[in-house]
Nanobody, 127 residues
């Protein structure tokens, strides 16, 4: 059974850092692009970052470029989102999701392109 489990969310002060983790089970990351999304209260879910199944293509939302970094450990079946210089507007429930694609270089920040979702981990950026 394909499963994604996020962890690492916390309350952090503005300017701080967090690393989110996404643990994949029941499938191989070799055939899925993985994306990170977030949803703030009262707002739509938005794509934050994604990594292609080959691990060679990365994409970021403009709002997080230069501050967030996505990475993958295929051996451990883990995907990480390193978040630096956090701002209050980064607050939200963060999800990882898997996109089954035959294109090893495909990246997408559109939530509708993703097939499987985790339950989310909460990030609060506040002083």
């Amino acid at each position: 059974q394909l499963q994604l489990v996020e962890s690492g969310g916390a309350l952090v002060q503005p300017g701080g850092s967090l690393r989110l983790s996404c643990a994949a089970s029941g499938f191989s990351l070799d055939y899925y692009a993985i994306g990170w999304f977030r949803q703030a209260p009262g707002k739509e879910r938005e794509g934050v970052s994604c990594i292609s199944s080959s691990g060679t293509r990365l994409d970021y939302a403009d709002s997080v470029k230069g501050r967030f970094t996505i990475s993958i450990d295929n051996a451990k079946k883990m995907v990480y989102l390193q978040m630096n210089s956090l701002k209050p507007e980064d607050t939200g429930l963060y999800y990882c999701a898997a996109d089954e694609s035959r294109n090893p270089f495909r990246t997408t920040l559109h939530s509708g392109d993703y097939d499987y979702w985790g339950q989310g981990t909460q990030v609060i950026v506040s002083s």
